[in-house]
């Protein structure tokens, strides 16, 4: 677009606005279509396995993902804006269409979580089957499941021998350890509580 000489200049806006009203754009999903810019959403994210990943997810979700190159989305959003892939997108597809990430692999579904935490609005994971557990498996993020305890080295899950079921991985990368103990100090999400405060809590009782 920076290259384009005068003589072509003046016919340029106007050229763009009729093709921007065209199925210009291609996705795979729906075994493949053409589609205007404004019912596709635009992979804007940098190269990475999460791009992989979330292309592939949302494709399976049957959402219209679009890859095309920087000086395309560039052009375009000189004269249009469009809608592209956030936080707060994938976790509305990945309620709508559940079957698109829970066969996933571990390590894929944990790529999934900290994509999805990106914006912190802990209370927008309701719903989503991603909260990685101690013996291995996944628990939704829900106002109604029972509390999962975060451990800490000083107050560890081998307090209470046999309900790994029942507490946050802390293997789990630093980014999503922290955000996930920082809701539960904030009370964002309801089912997650520090060990720490449940102990104080039982100690309370018994005494």
Known sequence: MK??????DRITKPLLEILLKEEIVFTQA??????TVKQASFDLLPESETKHLLQRV??????PVVSVPTH????????????EITAPLTREVLKRSPTCYKKLER?????LLQFCLTDCKF???????????????FTTFSNEADAIYISSREHPKELLPGLSYRFLDDEVNADIFQKLKAA????????????FTFLLSLLYYLI
Do not use: M, V
């Not at 290259?3 to 072509?8: A, E, F, G, L, Y």
């Not at 390590?107 to 790529?111: Q, S, Y």
């Not at 209370?123 to 498996?137: D, I, Q, R, Y």
């Open 107 to 111: 390590g894929e579904k944990i790529l």
């Open 30 to 35: 729906d075994g493949g279509t053409w589609l």
């Open 184 to 195: 539960a100090k904030q009370g964002r999400t309801l089912e997650l509580c520090l060990f």
């Open 58 to 63: 949302l494709l399976a979700a049957n959402y």
């Open 3 to 8: 290259k384009i000489t005068q003589n072509w």
């Open 123 to 137: 209370h927008a994971l309701h719903g989503l089957e991603l909260l990685p557990l101690s013996n291995g498996t």
């Open 72 to 83: 395309i989305t560039e052009a375009i959003a000189r004269y249009l804006s469009f809608t």
